[in-house]
């Protein structure tokens, strides 16, 4: 899908403000109403906007601890790879999970209550066989910058996005 500018800001408006109106987004990047709300749907239809949602901060809703982990695997056929992925999904502990080149074949971002918590999670992954076969855990001890909007101005490099 070729992208305009105007497309551009729809996404750079979005990605900071899920929330806007349809109303203040058409009058953020000067459309009317209208074509606004087609150019939205097209980029909904082609699946550059994956959904809506808020952003949570859960160290004022509940004790918790995040945890990335770097896995391997134990052999790496393409059916491991599928298998391991599956698996993810399964984990709602498991927020997001990263394929990786290099030394380790996988990332991932876990939310938990407490460490006993995690390690009865990577017990039961173990357990599980799905290939898992080393991991490196390595603790959050504090947020310092959370997943922000993609930078679309230096992907695009026009610095109108």
């Given at each position: 899908?070729?992208?305009?500018?105007?497309?551009?800001?729809?996404?750079?408006?979005?990605?900071?403000?899920?929330?806007?109106?349809?109303?203040?987004?058409?009058?953020?990047?000067?459309?009317s109403p209208t074509p606004c709300w087609e150019r939205l749907k097209k980029?909904?239809?082609?699946?550059?906007?994956?959904?809506?949602?808020?952003?949570?901060?859960?160290?004022?809703?509940?004790?918790?601890?995040?945890?990335?982990?770097?896995?391997?695997?134990?052999?790496?056929?393409?059916?491991?790879f599928r298998a391991f992925e599956a698996a993810m999904q399964r984990y709602d502990e498991v927020v997001a999970c990263w394929a990786?080149?290099?030394?380790?074949?996988?990332?991932?971002?876990?939310?938990?209550?407490?460490?006993?918590?995690?390690?009865?999670?990577?017990?039961?992954?173990?357990?599980?066989?799905?290939?898992?076969?080393?991991?490196?855990?390595?603790?959050?001890?504090?947020?310092?910058?959370?997943?922000?909007?993609?930078?679309?101005?230096?992907?695009?490099?026009?610095?109108?996005?």
């Amino acid at each position: 899908m070729q992208l305009d500018d105007r497309d551009l800001a729809i996404l750079r408006v979005l990605s900071s403000e899920g929330r806007i109106t349809k109303s203040a987004l058409a009058d953020r990047i000067g459309l009317s109403p209208t074509p606004c709300w087609e150019r939205l749907k097209k980029l909904e239809s082609a699946g550059l906007i994956e959904g809506y949602g808020a952003r949570i901060d859960l160290r004022k809703l509940a004790p918790h601890v995040t945890v990335f982990v770097a896995a391997e695997l134990v052999d790496h056929t393409s059916g491991s790879f599928r298998a391991f992925e599956a698996a993810m999904q399964r984990y709602d502990e498991v927020v997001a999970c990263w394929a990786l080149g290099g030394g380790f074949d996988y990332l991932l971002q876990i939310v938990t209550r407490d460490i006993d918590a995690y390690q009865r999670l990577i017990d039961e992954m173990l357990d599980a066989r799905i290939g898992l076969s080393r991991y490196f855990t390595y603790i959050v001890t504090k947020p310092v910058k959370g997943a922000g909007p993609p930078p679309l101005e230096i992907l695009f490099g026009n610095g109108d996005a």
